[in-house]
Structure formats: C-alpha cells, structure tokens
C-alpha cells in the first residue's frame, strides 16, 4: 500500500510544500512560541514530520465530520423540533457503514504506521560509530566506543552551562541558549550512522533529540539501542524527557555534528585531552565560519 518509492515521494512533495510555507525555518533549538516541530535533520525526523501531515489529512474532516453530526442532531432532534421522537433503533446500512469505514481508514493509519517504527529500529547500515549515554541526576555521561583498549575510548560528562561565568566563546546566547547548553558537546560526523546506546546509573531518564527524531528511555541496568544519522552540519539541542528529579529541567543534551574531517581530528586529540581537542575544534570551525561569511 505504501511501498519506499511512494513514501519518498511524498516525503519530497513535504520538503517542496515547506520551501514555500510562510512559516519562518526552525533551527536545531527551541523558538519563542514555537508550535511546529524543529527543523529536521535527519531522514527519520522528515519522516515522522510527513506522518504528522499525513494523519492530519483524516484527523481534521473526521473531526469536522463528527462536529456536522452533532449540530444536526441537536438542531433536527430537539424536543422543541421533534416533538415525537422516533422509536427506530437500528439502521443495517448505517451501521455497516460506522463499522467498516473506521476500519479502512485505520489500516491507511497503520501500514504507514508500522512502516515509520520499523526504519526507527532498522538502521540503513552497520553503525560507524557507538557512543554510550548514561543519564546521571542532573547531567548527561557519554563513552565513545572507538577503539578496543582504554587509550582509545573518549568519556566526559556533559552539564548545564552556568548563567555567569560562562567559558570563553560560549557567551552568545543565540548559539548557546539558556538551559540548553553543555560544556561538552558530543561530536559526531555527518553522513554517519551513528549508533547510542542509552541506560541510566540511578533514576529513569530519556535521551530526546528534537531534529533527529529520537526519544529513547535511559533505564538503570538496561541499554536500549537507538541510531541517527544528521545529514548536515550544526549544534542540535535536546533534554532530557522523563521526570527524573527536582532538577529535571537542567540536563540538557547538546550534539555537534561536524565534518568527518574535523571529527577525525576531534576524536585523534580527545583521546589526550578533551579540552583541546574542544578547542581546537572551535577555532577550525570558527575559521570556516569566517571564510565563508568572507565569500
């Protein structure tokens, strides 16, 4: 009913419609009476967008449907229009036709449906990368699982970003908002399949990222297994999504993708020294900012 081509034609005639929507493009963080969902970043994220529009094709003339119904009914039915009601309790065609309509409309519901998990939960290829998130009260631990002995992997904490005192190069809000910045990021390289494996070390947490489509429950002494991969470079911002104590509101989860390149070269020093490995980072990045803005 719904095979790859179909869907990925839709999927474009979405991304054609969203080109021309007078609707203003949303970044990879939160805006200011923010209705719609963030801008996609990955395959995933377009897809659960496109379902969204695609219910909303038999949500709205249901709903409008089943409104017309009741105002006719209270109009055509009332004591005062109908003063000797019917007795008839039984219509043969229109209960069959109340029966079978929902169950044609919920199949074109489910195929989709099941088809949009399945990706969820398939990755494209084998994963390139694993890196491991473990939710702590009130921050975020990450592993890199890069090479087989302890010299090569990469662990750090991310934590929320004071309101004073902010690092060098971290000032500007814009970029590193409020309640959403970390002091490490995690760095991933784009065109990458990435896989994360998430669990908790006290309460239940979740890792949601908002552009990747993700939103997967960190579970103490349990991994569940979930995977992205950002088609594009940028600083994408998520939180963490399950009640999980008096400071839930501050463990933001902060993802740079960046170039394979630069992440070669991130993951070649951080192995060291996580701190220049950021920095350096940064001053590559902020060097290609400037060219750019200089062409």
Request: charged share 20%.
């Amino acid at each position: 009913m719904f095979n790859s081509t179909t869907r990925r034609a839709a999927l474009a005639l979405t991304s054609l419609t969203g080109l021309f929507a007078p609707v203003a493009a949303y970044a990879d963080q939160p805006t200011p009476w923010q209705y719609r969902f963030q801008e996609p970043a990955t395959d995933i994220m377009r897809e659960i967008i496109w379902f969204e529009e695609y219910t909303l094709w038999f949500i709205i003339p249901i709903t409008l449907l089943v409104l017309a119904l009741l105002i006719y009914v209270i109009v055509k039915f009332s004591a005062k229009a109908n003063p000797i009601p019917s007795r008839t309790s039984h219509h043969t065609m229109i209960e069959v036709v109340w029966t079978v309509a929902p169950v044609i409309i919920l199949l074109f519901l489910a195929v989709p449906s099941f088809q949009l998990l399945e990706r969820q939960f398939t990755p494209p290829s084998e994963a390139e990368l694993t890196i491991k998130a473990t939710g702590y009260q009130w921050y975020w631990g990450y592993e890199y699982q890069i090479g087989e002995t302890e010299e090569d992997a990469i662990s750090f904490d991310a934590l929320l970003l004071p309101e004073d005192g902010r690092p060098a190069g971290k000032e500007d809000l814009s970029v590193y908002p409020r309640l959403l910045a970390v002091d490490n990021e995690v760095v991933v390289p784009v065109n990458t399949t990435v896989r994360i494996l998430v669990t908790a070390g006290d309460v239940l947490h979740n890792w949601a990222m908002p552009s990747f489509g993700i939103k997967m429950d960190a579970v103490p002494g349990r991994l569940n297994e979930t995977w992205f991969n950002v088609e594009k470079e940028g600083l994408y911002y998520g939180q963490c999504s399950e009640l999980c104590g008096k400071d839930h509101a501050f463990m933001p989860i902060a993802v740079r993708a960046v170039s394979k390149a630069d992440y070669e070269a991130w993951a070649g020093t951080a192995k060291a020294s996580l701190d220049e490995a950021n920095k350096n980072l940064m001053a590559s990045l902020e060097a290609k900012n400037k060219l750019a803005s200089a062409e």
